[in-house]
DNA sequence: TAACTACAACTAGCTACACTAGCAAATATT
DNA sequence: AATATTTGCTAGTGTAGCTAGTTGTAGTTA
């Protein structure tokens, strides 16, 4: 659990899900939850690639822009 | 688990790996084990964001290089 | 300012599955 | 063929990923 690293991911991931004007209930969704969304955005909790790929499609993005930062 | 995104990741560590001569043990290091890095190739398993982070580390790329597929 | 709505954060608890040790199998190298 | 190197397989376990339920916060209306 590398917590730096998770807070730029949880922060580009709400930069992503704010550009597109969605709420964390919006991206949670398919599979993931709300909760889930919550954590990741504040860095709390890690994610499985699986997972990150469904909030991927959720915010309609790749995955590999999660990670653009 | 998405299955077959995980193929598509797994053969993606995979082509990086030998590209750079490296064997699963010479990845599977810093925090990741040589199993893991097997079990991934193969899409046997699912992974969390910072082993991810840690593989991307000891292949020099970046994670976002690891979903460029 | 109370009441309602919308959105986000927090916590407890469970259990799935990520992860590794140990071993077997395969593939090089001599 | 023997040895070394690399990869695959599996059982077992513990931990942390994940969610349901709840609380907190900010905005809106009357």
Same mark, same amino acid.
């Given at each position: 659990?590398?917590?730096?690293?998770l807070?730029?991911?949880?922060k580009?991931?709400?930069?992503?899900?704010?550009?597109?004007?969605?709420?964390?209930?919006?991206?949670?969704?398919?599979?993931? $939850?709300?909760?889930?969304?919550?954590?990741?955005?504040?860095?709390?909790?890690?994610?499985?690639? $699986?997972?990150?790929?469904?909030?991927?499609?959720?915010?309609?993005?790749?995955v590999?822009?999660?990670?653009?930062?």
């Open positions: 659990m590398n917590k730096y690293f807070t730029k991911l949880g580009q991931i709400k930069k992503l899900r704010v550009e597109r004007n969605l709420t964390q209930d919006d991206v949670g969704i398919n599979g993931i $939850s709300r909760q889930m969304v919550s954590l990741l955005e504040l860095a709390r909790t890690d994610v499985t690639a $699986s997972k990150l790929k469904i909030i991927a499609d959720n915010l309609q993005v790749e590999k822009d999660l990670f653009d930062f």
